[in-house]
């Protein structure tokens, strides 16, 4: 079946649209959404949702090569897909919440708050000097290694919550330091 007869049972509404589709198009579309995931489950997953993202979108669309739109629509779901699956791989969710809690301290986050970075650095660096050595670790660990509480709680033989504790601690005497030193937050 060519392109326009598919774009034309898309526009009609008609449920064979999407299995002539995969017809023509989803050994090109599983091979597309392979080479980001690397799964098969992840790759039909993306598939069917390529699908599904055709038949929304095809009343307000009527592509002339069907091809290269469901090629768009695949690698979107599939790279968005990927980072979703990796970036609960690089931080388990730590990443985002151990940013949250420095965000407290930080505040906001415009251009304009953060143009002298290397200035801001340097006072966490004079903090964190000014730290006892657990207490650096510990900080260090969570804020720049964004370890999990767990982990760092076994390495430093404390409770997650003592280190929770002492997390919240040391925030807030940065957070005194920093407004010492001029910082508005």
């Known amino acids: 079946m060519q392109d326009k007869e ?3 049972l898309y526009w009609a509404r008609s449920e064979e649209a ?19 995931v690397a799964n098969d489950e992840d790759t039909e997953e993306c598939v069917n949702d390529t699908w ?41 969710g730590q ?4 940013l949250d809690e420095l965000l407290e301290v930080a505040g906001s986050s415009s251009t304009e708050d953060m143009v002298d970075m290397s200035l801001l ?5 004079s903090f964190l000097a000014g730290l006892d050595k657990n207490d650096r670790i510990i900080f260090v660990r969570r804020y720049f290694y964004v370890d999990p509480l767990s982990s760092i709680a076994d390495a430093m033989e ?7 504790s002492l997390l919240f601690r040391l925030r807030q005497k ?3 330091y920093l407004l010492k ?5």
Not at 121 to 125: K, Q, T
Not at 181 to 185: F, R, S, T, V
């Open 6 to 8: 598919i774009v034309d």
């Open 158 to 164: 404390m409770s997650e919550s003592a280190v929770k």
């Open 18 to 36: 999407v299995s002539e589709t995969d017809k023509a198009y989803g050994r090109y579309c599983r091979k597309i959404a392979f080479n980001i």
């Open 52 to 92: 599904l993202s055709a038949w929304n979108s095809m009343p307000e669309e009527r592509p002339d090569l069907l091809g290269p739109y469901l090629a768009a629509i695949v690698r979107n779901h599939a790279l968005t897909l990927y980072r979703k699956i990796h970036s609960k791989k690089r931080g388990a």
């Open 95 to 98: 990443t985002a919440l151990a």
């Open 121 to 125: 650095s340097g006072h966490i660096n």
């Open 174 to 176: 940065m957070k005194t």
């Open 181 to 185: 030193e001029g910082y508005e937050l």
